[in-house]
């Protein structure tokens, strides 16, 4: 593994037990750990990281190697070389890289609805032209959302997004406000910026573009645990197209994780009773899940 680490913002939640690390997904930060990690404190020890150029880590050049470096670091300042990856969307991708680079001292991973777009062929029931088509618009839509200046009523919209979608999934606000307020800073202009910004945030998604998650998969010998989530996120006027696509893909992943852990005795995959959304929707899943696959 080669990359120049950055020092990354450390929530440290406490606990004496096998250590665990917590990873957050893009544009997300260590706040949507905040009523997780509370339920898994009473086994173990429990640390929660900003990966770079996010909430409140400095930012960097945004690939791999420099995250999983970055990731090193911090096990090796708080003395928790062997703590277990546990990541939620890019943060889970990022665990089980961690855990292939680190086979000696990494007891395995997590990897909680962390599946990029997957390819074509996962999409079931639509024509490989549509699923392009489909996933060409969704990339649009994600550049267009991420490492971004906002208009000055910018934070006050999303805020008010953000109070939709706590009434929709049933997620206290505080944790929503919470998130997004780490999240966002000022910028150069005064204005606020989402992180992680401009280049940095498109690196992000190329880097994941890059990514073959199920030969990831299989390369581990290690335990990893693959969640996955039950419910898609709830619909949006003018976004049918997406929610088909979603539901296809939905089909698909469900079945090739079946199909991987019926092939790996390693693997183990459990289904989540809410939406990619779940660390702040259903924490107590979430944390039974890990604490079962832990024990």
Same mark, same amino acid.
């Given at each position: ?34 009523? +997780? ?5 009473? *086994?173990? *020890? ?16 945004? /690939?791999?190697? @420099?995250? $999983?470096?970055?990731?090193?670091? =911090? ?10 990856? =546990?990541?939620?969307? $890019?943060? @889970?991708?990022?665990? =089980?890289?961690?855990? $292939? ?22 999409? +079931? ?6 699923? &392009? ?12 959302? /991420? ?9 006050? &919209?999303?805020?008010? *997004?953000?109070?939709? !979608? ?7 606000? &505080?944790?929503?406000? /919470? ?18 910004? @401009?280049?940095?945030?498109?690196? +992000? ?27 898609? =996120? ?28 019926? &092939?790996?005795?390693?693997? /183990?995959? +459990? ?22 696959? !832990?024990?």
């Amino acid at each position: 593994m080669t990359g120049e680490s950055l020092p990354l913002a450390v929530h440290d939640h406490g606990g004496d037990g096998p250590p665990l690390l917590l990873l957050h997904g893009a544009g997300r930060t260590l706040a949507d750990w905040a009523a +997780v990690a509370p339920l898994l404190v009473p *086994r173990h *020890r429990v640390l929660a990281v900003d990966l770079r150029g996010h909430g409140l880590s400095p930012s960097g050049a945004w /690939t791999f190697p @420099g995250v $999983l470096a970055d990731i090193e670091a =911090v096990m090796e300042e708080y003395g928790i070389p062997a703590a277990l990856p =546990v990541g939620h969307s $890019l943060g @889970g991708m990022i665990a =089980v890289q961690y855990a $292939l680079a680190h086979p000696d001292v990494t007891p395995g991973a997590v990897d909680l609805d962390g599946y990029g777009w997957g390819h074509p062929g996962q999409y +079931v029931g639509l024509e490989r032209a549509e699923v &392009e088509e489909g996933l060409g618009r969704v990339r649009e839509l994600a550049a267009a959302m /991420t490492g971004r200046s906002l208009p000055a009523c910018g934070l006050q &919209e999303m805020l008010a *997004r953000e109070r939709e !979608t706590s009434r929709a999934l049933g997620i206290p606000y &505080e944790l929503l406000e /919470t998130g997004l307020l780490r999240a966002v800073h000022e910028g150069p202009d005064g204005r606020p910026e989402l992180r992680p910004m @401009g280049a940095h945030a498109r690196d +992000v998604l190329d880097a994941v573009d890059s990514l073959d998650l199920f030969a990831l998969f299989r390369r581990m010998n290690r335990p990893l645990l693959l969640g996955r989530a039950l419910r898609a =996120v709830p619909s949006r006027p003018g976004m049918e197209w997406f929610d088909e696509l979603m539901t296809a893909y939905a089909k698909g992943l469900a079945r090739d994780l079946a199909e991987l852990a019926a &092939e790996r005795a390693q693997v /183990t995959v +459990v289904e989540i009773d809410g939406t990619h959304a779940m660390l702040l929707e259903n924490p107590r899943a979430v944390a039974d899940a890990i604490l079962s696959f !832990t024990s």
